[in-house]
């Protein structure tokens, strides 16, 4: 399977969080071109809160298990601002190298029909 294929953000790493590879729809969710990005850590993208939980949290995970699933947190957009996702990610080892493959989903229009729904729980009470 080849990263492009992906209806979503996806991101190839190294096993210590180099990005070795992105997709189109990683580029356009974060507002980061492909040669910006790789070379750089996974962290570059996170936000502050996301970085402090990926590092404390997630790889441990990763490591010990293979594999995490349906974590929420914000990547940092180019501009500054964050971009809610959910991360799916697992290890991957092909010809004697390690991988780490992240596929991001946007959590944007899950975030709207939410508040939707709180605010029509509110007018109805």
Known sequence: ??????????????????IVGVNEEFTRITGWTQEQLEGELLDAVLSGGARIFCQTHLWPLLIQNGRIAEVY?????????????YTNARVIIRDGKTRILWVFFSADERRQFEAELIALRRQSE
């Not at 399977?1 to 180099?18: A, I, K, Q, W």
């Not at 947190?73 to 996702?85: A, D, I, N, Q, Y």
């Open 1 to 18: 399977m080849f990263l492009g294929d992906l209806p979503c953000g996806g991101v190839y790493t190294s096993e210590m969080g180099r």
């Open 73 to 85: 947190f914000h990547l940092r957009h180019k501009e500054g601002h964050r971009v809610p996702t």
